[in-house]
Nanobody, 127 residues
Framework: QVQLVESGGGSAQAGGSLKLSCVAS????????MGWFRERPGKEREVVAV????????MSHDYLGGRFTISQDAAKNSIYLQMINLQPEDTANYYC????????????????????WGQGTQVTVSS
């Protein structure tokens, strides 16, 4: 079993920054990808950033404007999400996720690929 615990959410003003942390426990070594997803009010869960854990390759979509940076600390079984220049539209519940390994079905940005999820941490950005 894999357990993921997020922390670091909270409130920020527009233009501000926050850093989220996710600590993993259990059979996390099997995961190919770990990443961050978010659910904004009234919208579907979407990928924010993902890291391919074995090689450290990071992925995110261009439309996020390079404001979100994922990093990992393998020794601590942790990943992080540095968020800068936050905007009100970034208000969401942010989830840490890990897939079930190299045989998982789906692309890096498909939420259904990820078998393990944290409980989520709320980020609220005010204008």
């Amino acid at each position: 079993q894999v357990q993921l615990v997020e922390s670091g959410g909270g409130s920020a003003q527009a233009g501000g920054s926050l850093k989220l942390s996710c600590v993993a426990s259990g059979s996390i070594y099997r995961s190919k990808y770990m990443g961050w997803f978010r659910e904004r009010p009234g919208k579907e869960r979407e990928v924010v950033a993902v890291v391919e854990t074995a090689v450290g390759r990071t992925m995110s979509h261009d439309y996020l404007g390079g404001r979100f940076t994922i990093s990992q600390d393998a020794a601590k079984n942790s990943i992080y999400l540095q968020m800068i220049n936050l905007q009100p539209e970034d208000t969401a519940n942010y989830y840490c996720a890990a897939d079930g390994g190299v045989l998982s079905v789906g692309a890096w940005d498909d939420h259904w690929r990820y078998a393990h999820w944290g409980q989520g941490t709320q980020v609220t950005v005010s204008s």
